[in-house]
């Protein structure tokens, strides 16, 4: 048995990372950089309006009220390049090119339009007022996103604005998952006495897909050794990761940690002092990580979120590996006995965070409302309404 933070600590231990890979931009979100991206393009490329206005140059404005001939037109998408006379404005709008000459554009708020002449109603104007200059963002050749860098939505349009169309980024895990229960029904059998519906894979699907991965091998094994090491087997020929859910407690009718055994994964740590998730069991070989997790349903997700998803996390080259955790007060007391560390399904607010009711193991309800994990190792097994309790936040 060993603690929350040594499970912790020897699974970020033994958890590679993975090699890369080029991808579309347009598919790199939930990606980690493994390459600098340099600029191939100083941005802006050419010197911008943004706003919609008159271009000018900002001597020309000596005092409030001085009125310059509209000579010229400046659309966004204008591939000519004109040239502003001193004395004169070019009508412009955002994201036109601003004309050669013209060293500032008035926003069209502080004008008048009088007989084809522009009244400016802004004293003084400063150089470049409302102008984007040349690689004001980033320069030709410049880093413009560094290796290492989680992609968002926000790196996808900012490097499609530079028109690189590929990226070169760490791989995500291959994941196979193995269920194990005779007492499973897919959703589509009738119910019968003793058997129950089979959950734990779907959700562990949707919790994988929001990290992105999308495609999930699952398998069946019944509760004998022979079906559970031939299932085991064949998805860790195929996945970096494979979790099994059930199976893995100490009833004559688990076979996952002895299944795991027979195909020589190696053992590094079973049971950890926590509840809910106590039997949870990490082994690896030499190129698979294996976790089996409890089937009860909600130790399940517990042990999916605190470390399976730091370790696929890591996998693909992400520097922060577990769920972010912060301090804030409980609005309850709650107290505990034993040993065990305990997680909480919980729910925080921005000020906040309330233990929901039905902690039990087998016991979905809670999760299915709940946005956070409370924290509470066994030094705190008695905290008041108002204590600052560990809270991890789901990430969604
Ligand atoms: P086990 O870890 O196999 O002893 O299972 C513990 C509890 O979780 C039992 O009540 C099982 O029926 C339940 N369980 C196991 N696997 C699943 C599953 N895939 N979906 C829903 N419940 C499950
Ligand atoms: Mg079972």
């Known amino acids: 048995m060993v603690t929350v933070n040594e499970a912790k600590e020897k699974i970020i231990a033994n958890t590679p990372l993975l090699p890369t890979e080029k991808r579309n931009t347009e598919a790199s979100a939930g990606y980690v950089l493994a390459e600098d991206i340099l600029s191939p393009m100083p941005l802006p490329s050419?010197?911008?309006?943004?706003?919609?206005?008159?271009?000018?140059?900002?001597?020309?404005?000596?005092?409030?009220?001085?009125?310059?001939?509209?000579?010229?037109?400046?659309?966004?998408?204008?591939?000519?390049?004109?040239?502003?006379?001193?004395?004169?404005?070019?009508?412009?709008?955002?994201?036109?090119?601003?004309?050669?000459?013209?060293?500032?554009?008035?926003m069209q708020e502080n004008t008048v339009v009088e007989n084809g002449q522009v009244v400016i109603n802004e004293y003084p104007v400063a150089e470049g007022k409302n102008v984007r200059n040349i690689g004001q963002q980033v320069k030709k050749g410049a880093i413009a996103l560094a290796k290492d860098t989680f992609l968002t939505p926000g790196s996808v349009g900012f490097l499609l604005g530079m028109n690189v169309p590929e990226v070169e980024v760490y791989r995500k895990?291959?994941?196979?998952?193995?269920?194990?229960?005779?007492?499973?029904?897919?959703?589509?059998?009738?119910?019968?006495?003793?058997?129950?519906?089979?959950?734990?894979?779907?959700?562990?699907?949707?919790?994988?897909?929001?990290?992105?991965?999308?495609?999930?091998?699952?398998?069946?094994?019944?509760?004998?050794?022979?079906?559970?090491?031939?299932?085991?087997?064949?998805l860790a020929e195929k996945n970096d990761v494979v979790l099994a859910t059930g199976g893995v407690s100490v009833g004559d009718?688990?076979?996952?940690?002895?299944?795991?055994?027979?195909?020589?994964?190696?053992?590094?740590?079973?049971?950890?002092?926590?509840?809910?998730?106590?039997?949870?069991?990490?082994?690896?070989?030499?190129?698979?990580?294996?976790?089996?997790?409890?089937?009860?349903?909600?130790?399940?997700?517990?042990?999916?979120?605190?470390?399976?998803?730091p370790a696929i996390r890591k996998l693909s080259g992400r520097s922060e590996f577990f769920l972010r955790a912060l301090k804030m007060p409980v609005t309850v007391d709650y107290s505990f006995d034993g040993e065990r560390d305990e997680f909480l399904k919980a729910y925080a607010n921005?000020?906040?965070?309330?233990?929901?009711?039905?902690?039990?193991?087998?016991?979905?309800?809670?999760?299915?409302?709940?946005?956070?994990?409370?924290?509470?190792p066994v030094k705190q097994q008695n905290v008041r309404k108002g204590d600052l309790v560990e809270v991890h936040l789901l990430p969604f």
Do not use: W
């Open 46 to 106: 050419f010197r911008q309006s943004s706003m919609d206005g008159y271009a000018i140059i900002h001597s020309d404005v000596t005092g409030k009220g001085i009125s310059l001939k509209i000579a010229d037109e400046a659309k966004a998408g204008l591939t000519t390049v004109q040239t502003l006379t001193a004395g004169t404005a070019i009508r412009i709008f955002t994201g036109a090119p601003v004309p050669e000459g013209a060293t500032a554009v008035i």
């Open 173 to 234: 895990p291959r994941i196979g998952l193995l269920v194990t229960g005779d007492e499973l029904l897919k959703q589509d059998e009738p119910l019968s006495h003793g058997k129950i519906y089979e959950s734990n894979s779907a959700m562990l699907v949707s919790a994988l897909g929001q990290e992105g991965i999308l495609r999930v091998e699952v398998k069946y094994a019944k509760d004998d050794l022979e079906s559970t090491m031939a299932a085991l087997q064949d």
């Open 350 to 376: 921005q000020a906040s965070v309330t233990p929901l009711t039905g902690q039990e193991s087998f016991a979905l309800r809670s999760f299915a409302v709940a946005n956070a994990i409370i924290y509470l």
């Open 253 to 309: 009718y688990d076979f996952v940690g002895k299944a795991l055994s027979g195909i020589q994964a190696e053992t590094v740590f079973y049971k950890v002092r926590q509840k809910p998730g106590k039997p949870l069991l990490f082994a690896k070989t030499s190129k698979t990580l294996f976790f089996a997790l409890p089937g009860n349903p909600a130790s399940s997700l517990v042990c999916y979120y605190e470390y399976v998803l």
